[in-house]
């Protein structure tokens, strides 16, 4: 079984292109012209991407450089502590809604001091496996299209953070005995 997925999984991608290839053929489609066309979109989309891109890295590292992460971990001990969550996640917590790589930062650090198959360990690969990056995705993707009313987006994201950490919480300890 294991020899099949590894199989599938080798072939997965140049099947998808051959695929692809195939239809624009059938589809009698210049595939260099779509590509070069398709490639000048993307490089126009990145330039108008990078004030947004901008504007959210600078906040991130406000709130990391100004201790508001640490100051909301330590006002959110006492709820962590009553549900019996390690408060060394918190960080993780706060930090995946806004910046992908500042949470893998996070993951690493808490991989490598408490063990890949400690509780805390587990718990920051399924958080970090299992949610998204909410104001990256406020910010660039809405940004792209011009969407600036997102108020509703930015709640339910960060109610689906929530729900994904409590969520990863309850899986770790039921699958793994914590």
Do not use: C
């Amino acid at each position: 079984m294991v020899a099949v997925i590894s199989a599938l999984s080798d072939w997965a991608i140049p099947t998808m292109i051959l695929l692809i290839f195939g239809a624009a053929i059938i589809r009698h489609v210049n595939i260099y012209e779509a590509f070069i066309e398709g490639a000048e979109q993307g490089f126009q989309l990145a330039v108008h991407l990078i004030p947004y891109f901008l504007a959210m890295m600078v906040a991130i590292g406000v709130f990391r450089a100004s201790g508001a992460m640490e100051i909301l971990t330590i006002l959110l001990k006492p709820i962590t502590d009553f549900l019996q969550i390690p408060s060394d996640i918190l960080p993780l917590a706060i930090l995946r809604p806004l910046s992908g790589g500042g949470a893998l930062g996070v993951s690493t650090e808490l991989i490598n001091t408490f063990g890949p198959d400690s509780f805390i360990g587990r718990l920051a690969s399924t958080m970090q496996g299992s949610s998204d990056t909410t104001f990256f995705v406020l910010t660039l993707y809405f940004g792209s299209v011009g969407i600036s009313h997102y108020r509703h987006a930015m709640i339910l994201g960060l109610a689906a953070d929530l729900i994904t950490f409590l969520a990863s919480i309850f899986f770790v300890r039921l699958f793994f005995g914590y």
